[in-house]
T-cell receptor, first 113, second 110 residues
Framework: DGGITQSPKYLFRKEGQNVTLSCEQN?????MYWYRQDPGQGLRLIYY???????QKGDIAEGYSVSREKKESFPLTVTSAQKNPTAFYLC????????????FGPGTRLTVL | KQEVTQIPAALSVPEGENLVLNCSFT??????LQWFRQDPGKGLTSLLL?????REQTSGRLNASLDKSSGRSTLYIAASQPGDSATYLC?????????FGAGTILRVKS
């Protein structure tokens, strides 16, 4: 059963804490992406990775960090430097980074208490 | 900077009606355009992908068209059903990035 999984589904964070969101895919895709969605808005790109051990900043990378040590995994860390982290976070993947269809995971809702 | 606009922001129609959702973009130098469906609190489901060299794509009751020169795409839904109720998002591909519109919230009343 191929697809993209994200965990946890819901995450609560106290101010000043770092938290890590998990994204795993078994589609054998080279490229992976992290987006943030706020109410009534479109998705905005945080980071993306076209190949293992390489990643690039998207439009709103400040306060976030990522790693890509394995092809199937692309975890996102929301650091205490992110001023307004409460949002819905979506992970996606595509065959490669060139003009291919993107497929999305079910999302993680992060709330800062 | 690419900007994507979706009109209308919300739409309510009776069951069985045919409807059109609109998407416009400011930079016509795109590689592709993708339409997605999102149910409340869920991830995105890809509906249709149109490459820049194509004019339209069809899947079941859905038909998406692309006019690059005018910076427009439409998603046509035939014979709408209550199960079509969701938010529909369009996204334009500029190389390895997608730029999203804010979406159209569709409600189909039974």
């Amino acid at each position: 059963d191929g697809g993209i999984t994200q965990s946890p589904k819901y995450l609560f964070r106290k101010e000043g804490q770092n938290v890590t969101l998990s994204c795993e895919q078994n589609l054998n895709h080279d490229a992976m992406y992290w987006y943030r969605q706020d109410p009534g808005q479109g998705l905005r790109l945080i980071y993306y990775s076209q190949i293992v051990n390489d990643f690039q900043k998207g439009d709103i990378a400040e306060g976030y960090s990522v790693s890509r040590e394995k092809k199937e995994s692309f975890p996102l860390t929301v650091t205490s430097a992110q001023k307004n982290p409460t949002a819905f976070y979506l992970c996606a993947s595509s065959i490669n980074g060139n003009q291919n269809e993107q497929f999305f995971g079910p999302g993680t809702r992060l709330t800062v208490l | 900077k690419q900007e994507v606009t979706q009109i209308p922001a919300a739409l309510s129609v009776p069951e069985g009606e045919n409807l059109v959702l609109n998407c416009s973009f400011t930079d016509s130098a795109i590689y592709n355009l993708q339409w997605f469906r999102q149910d409340p609190g869920k991830g995105l489901t890809s509906l249709l992908l149109i490459q820049s060299s194509q004019r339209e794509q069809t899947s079941g009751r859905l038909n998406a068209s692309l006019d690059k020169s005018s910076g427009r795409s439409t998603l046509y839904i035939a014979a709408s059903q209550p199960g079509d109720s969701a938010t529909y998002l369009c996204a334009v591909g500029n190389g390895n990035k997608l730029v999203f519109g804010a979406g159209t919230i569709l409600r189909v009343k039974s």
